[in-house]
């Protein structure tokens, strides 16, 4: 896939990652080898994003920065001025993925609205590629008649053992938009999972590890977040794993369709 090449797989997630420590947090993840940060509007984190990042020495070209645009900024003539704001909070020129977080709550303002804009955006230079998150097949095929097809090149939405989005996934492989994983490891939850923790054992690693190991297997990204430094450490080292084909089957059994988001105003899911 093309637009796998363009993302970095394994990238830090700053949900939650608020005020001073998530600044610590975000810099942690930084200086331990994550070259791609996930942050949004609606997080209230662009500007630890940001400011972990100019902290860090890093360059701001080796660094990938993902955000995204809240709902509350779809309206006619909202959408480039809400993305400046970010920019200017993340103190940074360009971001290299904008995604529209949610489609429209309900419909209420059309996709062409909206998604006509997050294209103008692009052609500005404002961001240098553009996505969507929590959209479903029949959203991407209307995304793709309104802006073209090619435009958007990723989709982000919940995958991890538990939910595995197998339907959605597929079409987004087969069409070239990177898949990438929230909640991928679904808040720890899985920890005590018996197949899980099985593979794990086999190769002295935790299952977390496994979870991650599994979705960039896939061909996925995932953006697994914390606000501890042991566990910032033990999400990246899961990069280095390979897991067998048969360890991979058998975590695809383990798909329960167990969503954990789904407010009701929510698209019709796949």
Known sequence: MENQQLIPQLGFGTYGRNGKEGIDAILCALETGYRHLDTAQTYDTEFETGEALRRSGIARREVFMTTKISTDNFGDGK???????????????????TLIHWPAPNGAIALEVYLSQIAE??????????????FTIALLQQAEAIIGKGRIINNQFELNPLIQNKKLADYCQRNDILVTCYLPIARGT??????????????????????IAFELAKGYCAIPTSSRAERIRSNFAAGKLQLKQEEIALIETLDRNQRTIDPDWGPDWD
């Open 79 to 97: 959408l480039i001025p809400s993305l400046e704001k970010s920019l200017e909070a993340m103190r940074v020129d360009q971001v290299d993925l």
């Open 190 to 211: 899985l920890s005590g999972d018996p197949v899980l923790s099985s593979i794990a054992g086999n190769h002295a690693a935790t299952v977390e590890q496994v979870i």
């Open 121 to 134: 955006a692009q052609e500005r230079g404002l961001t240098r590629l553009i996505g969507v998150s929590n």
